[in-house]
């Protein structure tokens, strides 16, 4: 099976050159001329490695990257970028990078970072979280099943995305800006009032005092976080 590669690049000569010459090396690749459109295209297909321009159009490559990483962790990506500055590089990298790369470049080095990158990806050194278990709870990302206070149930998918979410970012704060995204989307942002209410059927599912939450706590004027 072929590697994809999603490339997300706004000028059209250096999208199209790099296109032609990763399809000759045997690459599948998927471009992309804004950073919304990357994004939505990141969301409806799999990928194996992410080649982004840092200066787009609409959504910046950073927020493209932070984004990316919200719902992906594991998934390579490499920022292609003018900007050469040590501030701008450290930005990229702390933004979810893995890589960096500044016009003008060789194709040949690009090559290289890609292979060694798809050799570390291939590594299985993270959890599975096609299912998780936290006390006597379960939920199955997959068939949106989940087993809570009150026994067996069936979740939504914007309940299995936000719980997926969460459950990821374990034991770190996630913005009310990050849920809206990573959930609903860059289109259509539901009040925050709506991720309030989605919490707490969160509580109503999973925690046996919902008043004194062990699982799923608010943090006043940032967003949530997941503990055990």
């Given amino acids: 099976m072929a590697i994809r590669i999603l490339l997300v690049e706004d000028e059209e000569n250096i999208r199209e050159t790099l296109k032609l010459n990763l399809e000759y090396e045997a690459y599948e690749v998927v471009t992309a001329s804004t ?6 295209i990141f969301k409806s297909q799999y990928f194996n490695i992410v080649i982004l321009d840092i200066m787009l159009p609409i959504i910046n490559g950073l927020d493209v990257c932070e984004q990316i990483r919200l719902t992906n962790t594991e998934i390579p990506i490499i920022f292609l970028t003018a900007k050469d500055t040590q501030p701008d590089i450290i930005l990229g990298l702390k933004k979810g990078a893995d890589d960096y790369l500044t016009k003008p470049f060789s194709l040949e080095e690009l090559y290289l970072r890609i292979k060694n990158l798809l050799k570390r990806a291939v590594q299985p050194n993270s959890p599975d979280y096609g299912s ?15 087993i809570g206070v009150g026994g067996l149930f069936k979740l939504t998918l914007k309940e299995t995305m936000l719980l997926k979410l969460l459950i990821e970012r374990k034991d770190q704060v996630v913005s009310r800006q990050q849920i809206l995204q990573a959930v609903w989307g860059y289109e259509v942002y539901p009040s925050t009032r709506t991720i309030d209410n989605f919490i707490l ?14 699982y799923f706590h608010s943090i006043r004027g940032v967003g949530y976080k997941f503990t055990e």
């Fill in 201 to 214: 059927s969160c509580r109503k599912y999973f925690e046996e005092d919902q008043r004194n939450p062990k």
């Fill in 35 to 40: 950073g919304k459109q990357g994004i939505d």
């Fill in 132 to 146: 998780y278990t936290f006390g006597k709870n379960s939920i199955n990302f997959k068939t949106f099943e989940a």
